[in-house]
Structures are given as structure tokens and as C-alpha cells.
């Protein structure tokens, strides 16, 4: 039998707790067996949206046969990674997806690419709505703002070049290049202009472990605090992978790794390629709770904030008026790199940012001025970037 010859770092014990994961449910630390089956068609690493997508889809193709046998090993309690502490859009950002491809690819690979987003975001709403699944799931309208000018600038002749070039992607973005138009419609403080489009708010883990218990539901089995150690450098002579964890060894013919940023743990030949980004998140509601919390604008309902090149805030509005935003850039930038760069300890904040949510509110939105507020969640996550 093949050998596995390195043992991975696996994601830390204890992560920071996200406002998503609140609500817990059965599947927090889920074993569909006391004992690790032993022999699998396939096993799946990873309980986030991408392992749970690929346990749906296993689960969906199968028909009236039976569906290969598969296992969802999770190393620590389900969706615990990214999918359970992310900003909670869904958002295709049309031009930022342009100007980061345009330029490498060319205009059509990168119209290309934004209408595929486009068109993601559609089938996670149909998903959504075929198979009833109580995710929050919300159709807002979305804006970038432009807090910097040259930024603004650049935003005005992206649109002109998308408008020239007559891609359709174009007709999806309002621009509002009037800094009052702007600051008015997004209630954002000194906007410099804004664009707006068409996006929506879920709430990720409930999406992603809903399609788990669909998964489950048709055999598919789930093993959480189970973290696969390594993975035999080749199959062994029967086709099988050799997959070690603590619960002892697995074997499969097809393994998928929906690993995310703690993909070269595993697979060391990614390192380099897939780097762990340790991002920040917080939930933030307003104190006086016996009066509904200002809206932020009376369309805008989730947004991305540019400060400067590389320094955003997201943000999205919940059902109930409260606040999930991320990012933070603008302090964890200037901090140090090896607070967020290569690094997939979610069990720890970001020093820089600890502060940074306290008063955003209050700084950012016209209509929360005078209202007081307070960060009751602050988290990170590990992004694959
Ligand atoms: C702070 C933050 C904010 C974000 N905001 C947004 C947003 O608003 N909108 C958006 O679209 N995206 C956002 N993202 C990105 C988005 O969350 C991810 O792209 C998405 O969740 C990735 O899903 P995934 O299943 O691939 O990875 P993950 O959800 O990270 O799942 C990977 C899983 O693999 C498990 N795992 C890893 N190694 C092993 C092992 N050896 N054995 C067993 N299990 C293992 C992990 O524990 C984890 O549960 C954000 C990410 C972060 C961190």
C-alpha cells in the first residue's frame, strides 16, 4: 500500500465564534457512525458551501440507483470554516471581477467571467427556492462606494469602457458619479460616487448545511472532529486512496478536497499557489432594541466600501435591521503581514482590528449618527486565496 508521508497542519481547535453559527443545530458535531466506515466510493474534506455542494450534487445524480457511497469527513464542528463565517453575500461584483481580468485575460474572458457570476448567483436562487431552504436568503440592491477619488475615477471609465465595448454586463450597473447622488443613495459619509447592481444576502451556513441534510438523507454520511491527516502520495494497487485521520485509516477511489485555505496542508505542492488569508468579520446591532435600527439607506441594503486600493469594508443589512460587516482593511493593512498573511489560526482576531467596528456606524451612515450600537460578535475566518 502506498504510504502517506506528511502529516498536515489541520484547522486550529477552538475557532472564534461567529454570529452565523449561533443557532447551532444536530449537525454541530454530527457522526453518522461510531466508527469510521472503512472502504468509500468517495470522501469529501471539507463541510463548507464547496463539500456540502459536491455531497448535494452526489447525492442528486444518482436517480433511482443507489448513489455512491460517500463520506463528508469535517475536522472540527460542520461548516466551521469560511462558510460559517463569512460576510454573507452574494454578490456578483461585475466590475471588480472586470478590472481585476480585463487586464489579464482580455475584455471577453472578463465579461466572460462577471456573467458567469451573474449567472451563479441565479442558480443559488433557484436552488434556494426549489428546495425550500431557510437560509435568509434576501434580494437586495448592492452598491460599491467610493470613498477616494482616483477610485471613483478609475470606477467612472471602467463603466465607459463596458458601455463602448457594448458588453452586456453594462446594463446591469447603475453609476451615481455625483458625490450627493451618491452619498444620498448608498447613506454613506462622504461617498465620492457609487455604483449599484443587483445582488442578495443569505445566511451561508444554514445554505450549506441544508444541503447536507439533503445529502444525508439519500446515504451520504458525515463525520465531523474526524480531520484527514494526509492523503497516500498514489492510489494503492486495488484504486484506492489511503486517507489517515485519529479515527484511523479510509480508503477511496475518488477523494475531493474542499479544503479551501487549508488546502496545502494536505496537498503541499499548493503551497504558494493557495495562500490562507485570515479575514475579520463582526455583527453589529443597535442598543436601543425597543426601537428598529435605522436603515442605512432606504434602497441600498448590502455594500462594499473602498476606502483605497486594497481597503474595503462589506457589509450587509439582516432581516431584523442589524449589521454584518468584514474587512477592516483599512486597520489590518498597516499592521503587521503576518497577521493575516499565511495564516490559518481562526482561533485568534486580528490585533490591528480588534477596535476597528466600535463606532463604524456612527462614522460611516447618516442615519445611525446618533444611534448607539455595539459589536456583540467579532470573528475571523481563513479565506483560499
Ligand atoms: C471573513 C470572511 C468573509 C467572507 N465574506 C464572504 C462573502 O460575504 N461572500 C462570499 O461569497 N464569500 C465570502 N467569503 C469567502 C467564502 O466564505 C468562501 O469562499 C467559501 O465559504 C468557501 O467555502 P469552502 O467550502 O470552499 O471552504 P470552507 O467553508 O473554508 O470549508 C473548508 C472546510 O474544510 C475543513 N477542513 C480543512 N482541512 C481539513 C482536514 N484536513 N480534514 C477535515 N476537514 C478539513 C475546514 O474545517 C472547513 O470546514 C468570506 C470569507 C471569510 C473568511
Same mark, same amino acid.
Given at each position: 500500500?502506498?504510504?502517506?508521508?506528511?502529516?498536515?497542519?489541520?484547522?486550529?481547535?477552538?475557532?472564534?465564534?461567529?454570529?452565523?453559527?449561533?443557532?447551532?443545530?444536530?449537525?454541530?458535531?454530527?457522526?453518522?457512525?461510531?466508527?469510521?466506515?472503512?472502504?468509500?466510493?468517495?470522501?469529501?474534506?471539507?463541510?463548507?458551501?464547496?463539500?456540502?455542494?459536491?455531497?448535494?450534487?452526489?447525492?442528486?445524480?444518482?436517480?433511482?440507483?443507489?448513489?455512491?457511497? &460517500?463520506?463528508?469527513?469535517?475536522?472540527?464542528?460542520?461548516?466551521?470554516?469560511?462558510?460559517?463565517?463569512?460576510?454573507?453575500?452574494?454578490?456578483?461584483?461585475?466590475?471588480?471581477?472586470?478590472?481585476?481580468?480585463?487586464? &489579464?485575460?482580455?475584455?471577453?474572458?472578463? +465579461?466572460?467571467?462577471?456573467?458567469?457570476?451573474?449567472? +451563479?448567483?441565479?442558480?443559488?436562487?433557484?436552488?434556494?427556492?426549489?428546495?425550500?431552504?431557510?437560509? #435568509?436568503?434576501?434580494?437586495?440592491?448592492?452598491?460599491?462606494?467610493?470613498?477616494?477619488?482616483?477610485?471613483?475615477?478609475?470606477?467612472?471609465?471602467?463603466?465607459?469602457?463596458?458601455?463602448?465595448?457594448?458588453?452586456?454586463?453594462?446594463?446591469?450597473?447603475?453609476?451615481?458619479?455625483?458625490?450627493?447622488?451618491?452619498?444620498?443613495?448608498?447613506?454613506?459619509?462622504?461617498?465620492?460616487?457609487?455604483?449599484?447592481?443587483?445582488?442578495?444576502?443569505?445566511?451561508?451556513?444554514?445554505?450549506?448545511?441544508?444541503?447536507?441534510?439533503?445529502?444525508?438523507?439519500?446515504?451520504?454520511?458525515?463525520?465531523?472532529?474526524?480531520?484527514?491527516?494526509?492523503?497516500?502520495?498514489?492510489?494503492?494497487?486495488?484504486?484506492?486512496?489511503?486517507?489517515?485521520?485519529?479515527?484511523?485509516?479510509?480508503?477511496?477511489?475518488?477523494?475531493?478536497?474542499?479544503?479551501?485555505?487549508?488546502?496545502?496542508?494536505?496537498?503541499?505542492?499548493?503551497?504558494?499557489?493557495?495562500?490562507?488569508?485570515?479575514?475579520?468579520?463582526?455583527?453589529?446591532?443597535?442598543?436601543?432594541?425597543?426601537?428598529?435600527?435605522?436603515?442605512?439607506?432606504?434602497?441600498?441594503?448590502?455594500?462594499?466600501?473602498?476606502?483605497?486600493?486594497?481597503?474595503?469594508?462589506?457589509?450587509?443589512?439582516?432581516?431584523?435591521?442589524?449589521?454584518?460587516?468584514?474587512?477592516?482593511?483599512?486597520?489590518?493593512?498597516?499592521?503587521?503581514?503576518? #497577521?493575516?498573511?499565511?495564516?490559518? #489560526?481562526?482561533?485568534?482576531?486580528?490585533?490591528?482590528?480588534?477596535?476597528?467596528?466600535?463606532?463604524?456606524?456612527?462614522?460611516?451612515?447618516? &442615519?445611525?449618527?446618533?444611534?448607539?450600537?455595539?459589536?456583540?460578535?467579532?470573528? &475571523?475566518?481563513?479565506?483560499?486565496?
Amino acid at each position: 500500500m502506498a504510504s502517506c508521508t506528511t502529516v498536515g497542519v489541520t484547522p486550529v481547535a477552538g475557532p472564534t465564534f461567529s454570529y452565523w453559527r449561533k443557532d447551532g443545530g444536530h449537525l454541530e458535531n454530527f457522526r453518522s457512525t461510531s466508527d469510521l466506515p472503512r472502504v468509500q466510493d468517495i470522501v469529501i474534506i471539507g463541510s463548507g458551501l464547496t463539500g456540502a455542494a459536491c455531497a448535494y450534487y452526489i447525492s442528486q445524480t444518482a436517480g433511482s440507483s443507489s448513489i455512491p457511497t &460517500t463520506t463528508v469527513l469535517e475536522a472540527r464542528e460542520v461548516c466551521s470554516g469560511a462558510t460559517g463565517r463569512n460576510g454573507g453575500h452574494l454578490r456578483p461584483e461585475a466590475l471588480a471581477s472586470f478590472s481585476k481580468f480585463s487586464e &489579464t485575460l482580455g475584455l471577453d474572458s472578463a +465579461n466572460e467571467i462577471a456573467l458567469f457570476e451573474v449567472a +451563479n448567483a441565479e442558480a443559488v436562487k433557484e436552488l434556494v427556492q426549489t428546495e425550500g431552504i431557510d437560509c #435568509d436568503y434576501t434580494q437586495v440592491e448592492s452598491a460599491n462606494v467610493y470613498l477616494d477619488g482616483s477610485l471613483a475615477s478609475a470606477a467612472k471609465s471602467q463603466i465607459g469602457e463596458l458601455a463602448r465595448s457594448g458588453y452586456d454586463i453594462v446594463g446591469k450597473i447603475q453609476f451615481h458619479e455625483n458625490p450627493h447622488e451618491a452619498e444620498d443613495v448608498t447613506g454613506v459619509l462622504g461617498a465620492k460616487a457609487a455604483a449599484t447592481f443587483p445582488a442578495a444576502s443569505i445566511w451561508p451556513y444554514k445554505l450549506a448545511v441544508h444541503l447536507l441534510k439533503i445529502a444525508m438523507s439519500k446515504g451520504v454520511q458525515l463525520q465531523t472532529h474526524t480531520p484527514a491527516q494526509c492523503i497516500s502520495s498514489t492510489p494503492n494497487d486495488n484504486g484506492y486512496w489511503v486517507i489517515s485521520t485519529p479515527r484511523g485509516d479510509m480508503m477511496a477511489k475518488t477523494v475531493i478536497f474542499a479544503t479551501n485555505g487549508y488546502t496545502p496542508n494536505l496537498l503541499p505542492e499548493y503551497a504558494g499557489t493557495i495562500i490562507p488569508v485570515r479575514g475579520i468579520c463582526s455583527h453589529i446591532q443597535a442598543v436601543n432594541t425597543s426601537n428598529p435600527a435605522p436603515v442605512i439607506s432606504e434602497t441600498i441594503k448590502t455594500m462594499g466600501i473602498k476606502h483605497s486600493p486594497g481597503c474595503q469594508d462589506y457589509l450587509i443589512t439582516r432581516p431584523d435591521g442589524s449589521i454584518v460587516v468584514g474587512g477592516a482593511w483599512k486597520a489590518v493593512r498597516p499592521g503587521p503581514r503576518d #497577521d493575516w498573511y499565511n495564516v490559518i #489560526d481562526d482561533s485568534q482576531l486580528i490585533p490591528a482590528a480588534v477596535n476597528y467596528y466600535d463606532g463604524f456606524m456612527q462614522r460611516t451612515f447618516a &442615519t445611525w449618527e446618533n444611534e448607539p450600537s455595539e459589536v456583540d460578535y467579532l470573528w &475571523t475566518g481563513i479565506m483560499g486565496v
